[in-house]
């Protein structure tokens, strides 16, 4: 499968944004989905994950009531819609797709997405 992030952008402290991860080659219904972010020089990490189905998400703590993590199987497409973003967010941020076990571990990651930058100013 192929992943194609988009959405990302400028953005002020407080403000709001929807990433899109659209999907070609392979259904997406096949798939665990995952959204990481890394900053310059700090590793990778994980921010929110959804099952095949859409009924279970994961969130890390840091952005827990803020984002939310969507996905329409039918248009191939998962989302991140982000509220009250913080400079802290500032990264850029990956889809990831899973075949196995649901997860938060990276490495269990098959297929990436090219990412997408999301800049928050203070």
């Known amino acids: 499968v192929q992943l194609q992030a988009s959405g990302g952008g400028l953005v002020q402290a407080g403000g709001s944004l929807r990433l899109s991860c659209a999907a070609s080659?392979?259904?997406?219904?096949?798939?665990?989905m995952g959204w990481f972010r890394q900053v310059p020089g700090k590793e990778r990490e994980f921010v929110a994950a959804?099952?095949?189905?859409?009924?279970?998400?994961y969130y890390t703590d840091s952005v827990k009531g803020r984002f939310t993590i969507s996905r329409d199987n039918a248009e191939n497409t998962v989302y991140l819609q982000m509220n009250s973003l913080q400079p802290e967010d500032t990264a850029v941020y990956y889809c990831a797709a899973e075949r196995g076990l649901i997860t938060r571990a990276i490495y269990a990651y098959d297929y990436w997405g090219q990412g997408t930058l999301v800049t928050v100013s203070s």
């Open positions: 959804i099952d095949r189905s859409g009924d279970s998400t």
């Open positions: 080659g392979r259904t997406l219904s096949f798939y665990h």
